[in-house]
C-alpha cells in the first residue's frame, strides 16, 4: 500500500522559511514524476511544484524564485524549501504523483503552513 506522510508544517512570519518533507512508502520515488500541492481554506488544491524522474524541476508562478522542490533518493523522500513566505501561502502541503502524469492518489494528511505575523 502506497502511503505520503508529510511533515515541515508550522507558523512562521512573513518572510520567514519552511521546509517541508514527504516520506513514502510502497513505492520508489525517483521512478514517478512528484509534486507538491496546497490547499487553502476555500479554494481548490492545487499543483504549487513538480520534480520528473529525471531531475526537472517546475514551479507555479505564485512560488517561483521562492521555492525549491529536491528529492532524495537513498531516504526515498520529496522535499520544499520556501523561503520568503507570504500570506498567501498559508494552506494545508500534500505531496502526490503529479497530476500531469498521472492521477494523484493514496493523499496524506498533509502539513499546515501558516504565515502570520
Known amino acids: 500500500q502506497v502511503q505520503f506522510v508529510e511533515s515541515g508544517g508550522g507558523l512562521v512570519q512573513p518572510g520567514g522559511s519552511l521546509r517541508l518533507s514527504c516520506a513514502a512508502s510502497g513505492l520508489i520515488l525517483r521512478f514517478n514524476n512528484m509534486g507538491w500541492y496546497r490547499q487553502a481554506p476555500g479554494k481548490q488544491r492545487e499543483l504549487v511544484a513538480g520534480i520528473t524522474s529525471g531531475g526537472d524541476t517546475n514551479y507555479a508562478d505564485s512560488v517561483k524564485g521562492r521555492f525549491t522542490i529536491s528529492r532524495d533518493s537513498v531516504k526515498n523522500t520529496v522535499s520544499l524549501q520556501m523561503n520568503n513566505l507570504k500570506p498567501d501561502d498559508t494552506a494545508v502541503y500534500y505531496c502526490?504523483?503529479?497530476?500531469?502524469?498521472?492521477?494523484?492518489?493514496?493523499w496524506g494528511q498533509g502539513t499546515q503552513v501558516t504565515v502570520s505575523s
Open positions: 502526490n504523483f503529479d497530476q500531469r502524469e498521472q492521477v494523484p492518489r493514496f
